[in-house]
């Protein structure tokens, strides 16, 4: 299991179907290109604005150097966050 925190940034659906959500993680060191296609993942990724929350994702890279996410929380959460993530 792979684990990152980061800045969620730039978080787009997927070209082909809505049922996948990728974004950026932005870290101190680099920047991962991420994805999500667990359908709960995805519909509260996409409801997130973008640049404002520190995230812990978990997940696998896979052949396209791509992290899948598995899970994730927000680390800086507000009123906004709390009311996305239930």
């Given amino acids: 299991m792979f684990e990152e925190i980061g800045l969620l940034k730039n978080i787009r659906m997927g070209n082909i179907s809505a049922s996948i959500v990728q974004f950026d993680l932005m870290t101190l060191l680099k920047s991962f290109n991420c994805i999500a296609?667990?359908?709960?993942l995805v519909k509260k990724i996409s409801m997130f604005p973008d640049g404002?929350?520190?995230?812990?994702?978990?997940?696998?890279?896979?052949?396209?150097?791509?992290?899948?996410?598995?899970?994730?929380?927000v680390i800086n959460s507000d009123n906004t966050a709390k009311l996305l993530l239930n």
């Fill in 52 to 73: 404002k929350y520190l995230i812990k994702a978990e997940g696998e890279i896979n052949s396209n150097k791509q992290l899948v996410i598995s899970n994730f929380s």
């Fill in 37 to 40: 296609v667990e359908p709960k």
